[in-house]
């Protein structure tokens, strides 16, 4: 190695340590997550929202909360505070993300408040690492802000880490169209209560213009042995359609619109679009659940950030490593080199 790029790898084990991981990280756990709980705060006593959130869009970043009716307190434009806590006994707090109300979206018996992203703080990593990271991603996204389709700003990123603090169940979606049909990864996701869901697809690839067209899907959520596929099947949310006898594992009929899903599958919910808001990178669908079956209690694909990933194994190098390895093997079937 030249003595240039041996000081350059110095300097970046100075300035990353050992949190040089992949940002996007997958993890096996129940479901649902038992690790995280989200609050929101600023509408009188704190409310549990771990269960009734989803991230809306990504440019511009929107998070989405549902309320009881009454909750809200009257407010029509308020600002609130989320916090990730862990669920320990401590309840440390890990991340916050400041939103400012833009959209009030009815429901049957609630509603869906949009929020604009006004700042985050992360209590993840300790704060020079924080920043090395914060820094680097700011250089990388300027030199390649035009080659991106979703163009985020350094804000919504550092907030859209901070909504990765709570596991991301992965999902897979299977839908039938009049060409066939097609089954992709998704994450970006949650539940709103009440029987709502909400979804949020971008809107440049075609898997949300067949989700718009046809109005319903199967959801199923993913067993360990299926996280590669479904990695590899980020690539289907530009087909078309996609032959489901081509499909390396066995399928069968989900309950009520009987569209294909995998047999393997721990949980399928069949969900129905209720309502389409284009709100910018991506369309958010709002949806009822029609059925939910769950068929076992197996550890499941969720998506965490690294950073969050750093902090669960804090001070356990080996298992730090080992956690890698895993990911790299869940997201491609191979080892991490
Ligand atoms: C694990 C995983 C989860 C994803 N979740 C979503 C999602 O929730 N919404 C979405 O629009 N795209 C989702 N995608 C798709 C990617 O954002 C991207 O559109 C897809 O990989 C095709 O991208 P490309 O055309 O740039 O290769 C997901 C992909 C993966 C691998």
Redesign the pocket.
């Known amino acids: 190695m030249s003595i240039v790029r041996r000081g350059r790898s110095a300097i970046r084990r100075i300035a990353f340590g050992d949190t040089l991981i992949p940002q ?1 990280f997958t993890i096996a756990l129940r479901e649902p997550q038992q690790e995280i709980s989200v609050w929101l705060h600023g509408l009188g006593d704190p409310i549990d929202v771990t269960r009734r959130i989803t991230t809306a869009c990504c440019a511009p970043l929107t998070i989405g909360v549902s309320l009881d009716e009454g909750q809200r307190l009257g407010r029509s434009r308020f600002h609130a505070l989320l916090l990730f806590c862990e669920r320990t006994q401590e309840r440390r707090v890990l991340g916050e993300i400041r939103l400012a109300s833009k959209t009030i979206l009815p429901l049957d018996g609630s509603e869906l408040i949009l929020f604009n992203v006004l700042g985050s703080s992360n209590y993840c990593l300790p704060k020079p690492r924080l920043w090395a990271h914060f820094v680097s991603q700011a250089y990388s996204n300027w030199r390649n802000l035009q080659s991106f ?1 979703v163009k985020m700003t350094a804000l919504e990123l550092r907030a859209a880490i901070v909504t990765f603090i709570r596991p991301h169940p ?1 999902g897979l979606v299977s839908i039938v169209t009049e060409a066939g049909g097609n089954i ?6 949650g539940e709103l209560g009440n029987g709502y869901f909400a ?4 809107d440049s ?1 075609l ?2 213009h067949l989700v718009e067209r046809e109005g319903r899907i199967a959801l199923s959520t993913v067993p360990m042995p299926l996280c590669s596929l ?2 590899q099947y ?2 289907h ?2 087909k078309e359609s996609i032959d489901w006898d081509q499909l390396p594992f066995p399928l069968k009929l989900s309950k009520e619109f009987r569209i294909p899903v995998p047999v393997s599958a721990p949980r399928v919910r069949e969900i129905q679009v209720d309502q389409v808001h284009k709100i910018g990178s ?1 369309t958010l669908f709002v949806a009822r659940v029609i059925s939910d079956e769950r068929f076992s209690e197996e550890l499941q694909v969720h ?1 965490v950030h690294g950073f969050y990933q750093h902090w669960r194994l804090r001070g356990q190098r080996e298992a730090l490593a080992a956690s890698v390895a895993a990911d790299s093997l869940n997201k491609r079937g191979l080892a991490a080199s």
């Open positions: 996007e389709d992965l992709f990864p998704m994450n970006l996701m979804f949020a697809l971008k690839r898997a949300a479904a990695f980020a690539a949310h530009t991506h998506v």
